[in-house]
């Protein structure tokens, strides 16, 4: 059984960095993605970042371009996700999100293409 768990939220000023990351226990599929998506009350699930687990191709939303770093670690069941130079409008709910065998795709950044999800980490930037 795949379970995904984040950490590494929390509250900053503008300007300031996090780190986030997600432990992948379970997770072994080397032809899917994991993602970042981030989430504030009343809109959608804005997907954020992505890598591609068979050979580190990694997307961005042009909102984070340049400013955010997605990465796997060493022991490849951890997904990270550098913030530098953050804004308010990065404020929101950060989940981890990784595509399974059977599930169906529609983009890297449309959450219906992952089956598996963390439970979210709170990231709140102050201006």
């Known amino acids: 059984q795949v379970q995904l768990v984040e950490s590494g939220g929390g509250s900053v000023q503008a300007g300031g960095s996090l780190r986030l990351s997600c432990v992948a226990s379970g997770y072994t599929y080397s032809g899917g993605y994991m993602a970042w998506f981030r989430q504030v009350p009343g809109k959608e699930r804005e997907g954020i970042a992505a890598i591609y687990v068979g050979d580190g191709h990694t997307l961005y939303a042009d909102s984070v371009k340049g400013r955010f770093a997605i990465s796997r670690g060493n022991a490849e069941n951890t997904l990270y996700l550098q913030m530098n130079a953050l804004k308010p409008e990065d404020t929101g709910v950060y989940y981890c999100?990784?595509?399974?065998?059977?599930?169906?795709?529609?983009?890297?950044?449309?959450?219906?293409?992952?089956?598996?999800w963390g439970q979210g980490t709170q990231v709140t930037v102050s201006s």
């Open positions: 999100a990784a595509t399974s065998r059977v599930g169906g795709w529609y983009g890297w950044s449309v959450p219906n293409s992952y089956s598996h």
